[in-house]
């Protein structure tokens, strides 16, 4: 008894294989640059929603006082005034270079504050056994769900007692004791580290601080600037903190010091788009200064389990 093999090309689903074998490598299906178009038109549309206010920022900072509200707007001024920056910059009650300088040393100690301390607790939490650190880690997660205002009074009388008030120790030393959500955040990276890695250089005769610092700190380096960046960024918008405690103008930062200079009798609209142009600069440079880690941070951070 013959038997006879059927061509593999008469199979429809052999055929269709064949069939895109022999497709161009570039081809792709309609709706596949259909959605590509969709995709990048939300994309360009949700940007423009959120650069709009921006641009209006900067542009109203390059535009005299008398055409700041004309009808209809300008988007674009007959003449761009570049001096209105110089002009803030030296204005009587507002000594911009003061509020900057007051601003990066707030911001930049608290970051210092809640790197370490968010740091070393994470890796506590993670890496070492110790009875109840469970227990402590569910509280310390808990309270992120504490709103600040319940807390807001007794940490006030806390700082009144301690002499505090009218300085930044108040605004600065709680940064030293940790932010609930870093620490978690920490811990979670320093639960994807290999443990081995501990094991190694204990036996090598490191110690817990050199472990903890030479070895697991630069691991997790992408989440130590993703912390610094969005502390940095936070604490540089604080305006709630710094209204309660601090007294003096002289200490104001720039987020209070905008609020001086917009709570005056008169506003000159102008320059104060400027003002708050000027303030805005730091936090970019910042931004595009640590983007790669940053964006590799937040990477890291949907993969970490």
């Given at each position: 008894?013959?038997?006879?093999?059927?061509?593999?090309?008469?199979?429809?689903?052999?055929r269709s294989t064949e069939y895109a074998d022999q497709q161009p490598t570039g081809q792709r299906p309609a709706h596949y640059w259909l959605s590509a178009v969709v995709r990048h038109g939300l994309l360009i549309?949700?940007?423009?929603?959120?650069?709009?206010?921006?641009?209006?920022?900067?542009?109203?900072?390059?535009?005299?006082?008398?055409?700041?509200?004309?009808?209809?707007?300008?988007?674009?001024?007959?003449?761009?005034?570049?001096?209105?920056?110089?002009?803030?910059a030296k204005y009587p009650s507002f000594?911009?270079?003061?509020?900057l300088w007051n601003s990066l040393y707030y911001a930049s100690m608290v970051t210092l504050g809640t790197v370490l301390s968010c740091a070393a607790v994470g890796y506590g939490f993670a890496r070492l056994r110790f009875p109840g650190r469970d227990v402590l880690f569910i509280v310390t997660v808990a309270t992120?769900?504490?709103?600040?205002?319940?807390?807001?009074?007794?940490?006030?009388?806390?700082?009144?007692?301690?002499?505090?008030?009218?300085?930044?120790?108040?605004?600065?030393?709680?940064?030293?004791?940790?932010?609930?959500?870093?620490i978690f955040m920490m811990r979670q990276f320093f639960l994807g580290l290999p443990k081995e890695l501990d094991d190694a250089a204990r036996v090598d005769g490191a110690s817990e601080f050199r472990i903890f610092w030479q070895i697991m700190l630069p691991l997790v380096r992408p989440a130590l600037l993703v912390m610094a960046v969005f502390t940095f960024m936070w604490t540089w918008q604080e305006f709630f903190g710094p209204l309660v405690y601090l007294q003096d103008s002289k200490t104001f930062p720039l987020s209070l010091g905008l609020f001086t200079f917009r709570a005056r009798r008169?506003?000159?609209?102008?320059?104060?788009?400027?003002?708050?142009?000027?303030?805005?600069?730091?936090?970019?440079?910042?931004?595009?200064?640590?983007?790669?880690y940053f964006l590799e941070g937040i990477k890291m951070t949907g993969i970490k389990g």
């Open positions: 008894m013959s038997t006879t093999t059927q061509p593999l090309s008469d199979f429809p689903a052999a549309l949700v940007s423009f929603i959120f650069m709009v206010p921006l641009y209006w920022m900067v542009i109203t900072s390059l535009k005299t006082q008398t055409t700041v509200f004309t009808t209809p707007i300008q988007w674009w001024p007959s003449a761009l005034h570049w001096e209105n920056y110089a002009t803030v000594p911009f270079l003061r509020f992120l769900m504490i709103p600040s205002i319940v807390t807001l009074i007794p940490t006030f009388v806390i700082f009144k007692n301690l002499g505090w008030i009218g300085g930044y120790a108040p605004l600065m030393v709680p940064s030293f004791f940790g932010n609930g959500f870093f008169t506003v000159d609209w102008h320059l104060m788009m400027a003002g708050a142009t000027l303030s805005t600069v730091p936090l970019v440079i910042v931004f595009f200064a640590a983007q790669r």
